[in-house]
């Protein structure tokens, strides 16, 4: 089956530094989508990337779709005690209709004050 | 928040008993889902429902059944619980109108002792 790696599994980042989590896919995706957790709490929709080279932005936040639609990137610039939380990345599992998605294991983020 | 209710919030319960977790929407979304959350391992699917009485197994779904009587409701059913099932369980619906954007219930912490 679809497998979705992320990279790092940790991230320990002093306020104010950036940081990035990386998504890879086994397969295409024909879309990705990223996700917030943050400690104690359930995932929350950040956003959806739907196009091949696609970027959006969100304040500090800069996600990428490979031009290629097998990877993807989020990156935090000036990190915030804020963003403290885990990052998933998703994507909808080949042969099925997008609502079956296949998430990524995550990136844990910690903030150093 | 989408308007979904998982309960019961905590459950502690002895091996081989049966445990049965409940999801309850208020979105009339066509699609419910549950996940399961390790350490290490992000998040897996179990079982996912594409309509009433209609569902499919995900990636971990041995030892686990489902069932879907009504659009709100989507039961998980434990037949007999082992401690390799001790884990935080979402529950989670989306929709097609909504690009299949996964909402998150506040989960499950089940123990299996």
């Known amino acids: 089956g679809q497998q979705v790696m992320q990279i790092p599994q940790y991230q320990h980042v002093q306020e104010g530094e950036d940081f990035t989590t990386y998504c890879n896919s086994s397969?295409?995706?024909?879309?990705i989508q990223w996700y917030k957790q943050r400690p104690g709490g359930h995932p929350v929709f950040l956003i959806q990337l739907v196009k091949s080279g696609e970027v959006k932005k969100q304040k500090r936040l800069t996600f990428q779709f490979g031009e290629a639609k097998k990877n993807s990137s989020l990156h935090i610039t000036a990190t915030q005690t804020t963003d403290v939380g885990t990052y998933f990345c998703a994507g909808p599992e080949p042969n099925f209709g997008n609502e079956k998605l296949t998430f990524g294991t995550g990136t844990r983020l910690t903030i150093i004050p | 928040d989408a308007g979904i209710t998982q309960s019961p919030r905590h459950k502690v319960t002895e091996t081989g008993t049966p445990v049965t977790l409940r999801c309850h929407q208020t979105e009339n979304h066509r699609y419910m889902y549950w996940y399961r959350q390790d350490p290490g391992h992000g998040l897996r699917l179990i079982h996912y429902?594409?309509?009433?009485?209609?569902?499919d197994k995900g990636e971990v779904s041995d030892g686990y059944s489902v069932s879907r009587s009504k659009t709100e409701d989507f039961l998980l059913t434990l037949e007999s619980a082992t401690s390799s099932q001790t884990s935080v369980y979402f529950c989670a619906i989306s929709e097609s109108y909504r690009q299949y954007e996964a909402f998150f219930g506040q989960g499950t912490r089940l123990t299996v002792v």
């Open positions: 397969t295409t995706l024909s879309n």
């Open positions: 429902s594409y309509g009433v009485k209609d569902t």
